[in-house]
């Protein structure tokens, strides 16, 4: 190998979209999409020896990496686990395969990573859609194979094995699957090709405190693994080999900042209360277990939503009683405070590929939360009475996600009364009493809340996916994201249907979508009528702040005044004035 010779290094540029705040300065990871198809690139005849010595190199790196896990995993011999491991190596080894693969290879002079990823995902396809569970399994151990195949043909993993050190990752997209898998211990931020603010990513990263910015076009392709950069999470900017003039100019500024946030967080336990004594519950969203500390120190009251889908996605195999501890210690750790589990929302970008025996053309429009449970009452009702378990060691709450009108809550109610019957028989303790809550993010669920809420105790607006399917613009689509409008009249029009539904009813209504970290429409959500926003934990202290400088009256007036409007953009320009007006020092 020729030796490295060092290049200059010059600072360049990218500006994105920042939708999780925050300031890193590291090294990258950079997450290559292991799994897209390789181009088909033609070889000369003579290379193709050179091809195969290239496949059997990874195929032996892959079988060190497999036994190495095995060995990690301390598999017994026999065991299931050691089973897994042995299927991952016979399918790496299979004679026929590799047949195939160099007849490919000199037959139709194609690359050997074409070769090879054709030949894998056509044994998937056959596999993909059988309804027969162990086949099923066999089409994700061909998966994973194959994709450990294919990063080191691509010589990724050769590269940097794997990350030690704090870094920023760097990918073109992030599925919450592949959040869940990364040490987030060691993370320091995410900077993304695609990805919006309602991404699920972006929604890890605000609830982890770390910065984030997305649309940052072309990053993978010039970044490498241990590049070091800047990412700034405020103004959108990713800055690869950032000078020391870069650095001081960030370090002043983030000092500044510093203090200004101080003096807002220095009351974030107090109480909400609106100039006019309007007591505002802020609650915060989380995902994991370790983010009940982040919680309590962030001043939040409760945990208004406690997205249940990304710890199944971590450990997809958990069993009840590790369920139940995992939930209780969220309980505990927070208590006295409410924690509200939503249900397990798998489905849409949260694949669990075990539960979908093949990919759906629709998944937002599919199998996708209270449906998907539903559809699995074994998983579900292990999940409930987890959830059941927990909510002895504290105040819980249980709430339903997508649900699209009231025979789903019913449904998931006479599941939760068995779970809770059948540990009574078990003499097993359970709560006399727990909250249920249906969250309204589908039209329908809004239009038809009169209904649900004769059978909920509380409601919570999943404004993300509210907007999204009432204007049937897909949240995580950068080509629609102009039209991606929170402001939108007919998104006030159902708020406020579910709102006089909730009135009606006399239960509780609350938000929890990323519009009620949005500081700037803070004023419409409390003229609308909504008593409780549950917001990224880093934004308590802030909503807490702007929520104490609103009056509610001028606020109804305000809603008043959007609901009669046309036009997205005039609504919003109607809140952020008034927004500004009550506190610009939360703009500055
Ligand atoms: C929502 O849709 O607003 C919501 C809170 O749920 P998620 O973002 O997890 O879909
Ligand atoms: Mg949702």
Known sequence: ???????????????????????????????KDHFDEPDQDAIAPEAADHEMRRLHAALDVTRQEIEALKREMGAEEGSAESEIFETHLLILQDGSILRQVEKTVREQLVCVDHAYYRLMTKHMEKLRGLQD??????????????QRVMRHLRGELLETPMFDEPVIIVAHDLTPSDTVQLDRSKVLGFALETGSAVSHAAIIAKSLAIPAVVKLQGICETLHSGDAVFLDGEEGHLILNPTAETLARYRSREEQAEKREDVFQLDRHGEAVTLCGRVICVGANAEFVEEAEIVKDSGAEEVGLFRTEMLHLENPDSSEDELAAAYSTVVKSLAPKRVVFRTLDLGGDKVDERLAAEPEPNPFLGWRGIRLSLGRPDMFRMQLRALLRAAIHGRVGIMFPMVSGLQEVLDAKTLLAECAAELERDGQNVPDEIEVGAMIEIPSAALSADQIATEVDFFSLGTNDLIQYTLAVDRLNDRVANLYQPTHPAVLRLIECSVQASRRAGIRIGICGEMASSLELTPLMIGLGLNELSVAAAQVARVKHAIRKLSVPECQALAHQALKCNHSAEILEMTRSHAMRCYPELFE
């Open 133 to 146: 569970a162990y086949l099923r399994e066999r089409f994700l151990d061909i998966k994973d194979v194959t």
């Open 1 to 31: 190998m020729a030796d490295h010779v060092p290049q200059p290094t010059f600072e360049r540029l990218w500006t994105g979209t920042a939708v999780s705040a925050g300031v890193a300065h590291a090294v990258v990871h950079v997450l």
